[in-house]
């Protein structure tokens, strides 16, 4: 059993004891119904997948506790159109409360509307609406990470990585030259993870020469085909790759082996979100390292919220910022000790 398995275990239990058996505090009674909407952008994207899962599980450990809870989900595929569309039938459904991943996080108006015409509670997660559409109804809220502090991590693993390894700077130049690949153009978690990125590397005495950059929408397919492209530019100058989240780090690895690079001659690698499949990478060494965005936490989280906006019970146990808010510490995944985020 892993470290992080034991810490999980522990934790969901005494949160959940915490939820419903706390001393004077109001508790669902075990009748009650609650019927969960989940609606978000893309199925397709690996660490939403992963959070959807967790997301299932913590339901159905509040179910095993006395709540009946039926949980129905859609997918996007990408349209905006077609998540507000989802988002009506869900409600149509008789879901008494909705978490959902928008598709596009500047354009909630339509599913808030929905949403307040028949009082239903919404927790959007990972993508977080501006504030200004946060505040158009009190019963709004999210859950997710600090962009930020993705970005800032993985910088700071970069910096160690290259204050260890003379070998980085291929050319001896005393520039580490590199390239982006960027979630979504526009998308605010993209910009802020490459921005916050790049300045923590640079305000650590590292310099660098950006190449190039590719948009990939967090997609591993797409981060192959824009390296293989970067790479028909600079075939051997790349000495690193900052990737916003592991599938296009991983996409970024798929294109040099497809080119048939040799160990030697790639570069390092970095991502963003400690996938199954990212984590596995930095056992393997095809990623130097990541970033895990706590998808238990998040789900747990996410969870007891939802019952707690239905029932009204619990909502005291969350660590809400302003009310409306609740962000999840990301963690650093090096090769010392990517085996404790591994179940």
């Known amino acids: 059993m892993k470290i992080k398995r034991y810490m999980a275990v522990g934790i969901v239990s005494c949160m959940l004891l915490l939820f419903f058996c706390g001393c004077g505090k109001q508790q669902p009674k075990v009748s009650e119904k609650i019927q969960?909407?989940?609606?978000?952008?893309?199925?397709?994207?690996?660490?939403?997948?992963?959070?959807?899962?967790?997301?299932?599980?913590?339901?159905?450990?509040?179910?095993?506790?006395?709540?009946?809870?039926?949980?129905?989900?859609?997918?996007?595929?990408?349209?905006?159109?077609?998540?507000?569309?989802?988002?009506?039938?869900?409600?149509?459904?008789?879901?008494?409360?909705?978490?959902?991943?928008?598709?596009?996080?500047?354009?909630?108006?339509?599913?808030?509307?929905?949403?307040?015409?028949?009082?239903?509670?919404?927790?959007?997660?990972?993508?977080?609406?501006?504030?200004?559409?946060?505040?158009?109804?009190?019963?709004?809220?999210?859950?997710?990470?600090?962009?930020?502090?993705?970005?800032?991590?993985?910088?700071?693993?970069?910096?160690?990585?290259?204050?260890?390894?003379?070998?980085?700077?291929?050319?001896?130049?005393?520039?580490?030259?590199?390239?982006?690949?960027?979630?979504?153009?526009?998308?605010?978690?993209?910009?802020?993870?490459?921005?916050?990125?790049?300045?923590?590397?640079?305000?650590?005495?590292?310099?660098?020469?950006?190449?190039?950059?590719?948009?990939?929408?967090?997609?591993?397919?797409?981060?192959?085909?824009?390296?293989?492209?970067?790479?028909?530019q600079y075939p051997n100058q790349i000495e690193m790759v900052l990737a916003n989240n592991d599938a296009m780090a991983l996409g970024a690895v798929d294109a040099y082996e497809k080119l048939n690079y040799t160990e030697g001659a790639m570069p390092v690698f970095f991502g963003i979100d400690g996938t199954e499949a990212g984590l596995e990478a930095v056992i393997d060494r095809k990623v130097a390292a990541t970033v895990y965005n706590d998808k238990e936490g998040q789900a747990l989280a996410m969870a007891k919220l939802a019952v707690g906006a239905v029932t009204g019970a619990g909502l005291e146990t969350l660590a809400f910022e302003n009310e409306k808010y609740i962000y999840l510490p990301y963690q650093k995944v090096t090769e010392d000790n990517v085996r404790e985020f591994l179940y």
């Open 36 to 232: 969960v909407g989940v609606a978000f952008y893309n199925q397709g994207d690996t660490f939403l997948g992963e959070l959807v899962a967790c997301l299932k599980q913590q339901f159905e450990k509040f179910g095993n506790s006395g709540l009946e809870i039926t949980v129905m989900v859609r997918d996007a595929a990408g349209s905006q159109r077609t998540q507000d569309d989802q988002v009506e039938e869900l409600i149509g459904m008789k879901c008494n409360v909705l978490c959902v991943n928008l598709v596009d996080r500047a354009d909630p108006s339509e599913i808030i509307d929905l949403a307040r015409k028949n009082d239903v509670p919404i927790i959007f997660f990972n993508r977080e609406p501006v504030a200004e559409d946060m505040m158009q109804w009190e019963k709004l809220y999210y859950v997710g990470a600090d962009a930020q502090q993705s970005g800032e991590m993985q910088g700071e693993l970069a910096v160690d990585v290259i204050a260890g390894n003379q070998q980085i700077d291929k050319n001896r130049d005393g520039k580490i030259q590199y390239v982006v690949l960027e979630g979504e153009a526009g998308h605010q978690d993209a910009i802020i993870r490459t921005e916050s990125a790049v300045d923590t590397l640079k305000s650590s005495g590292i310099v660098l020469e950006k190449l190039g950059a590719g948009i990939a929408n967090w997609d591993r397919a797409q981060a192959q085909n824009r390296m293989q492209q970067l790479l028909s």
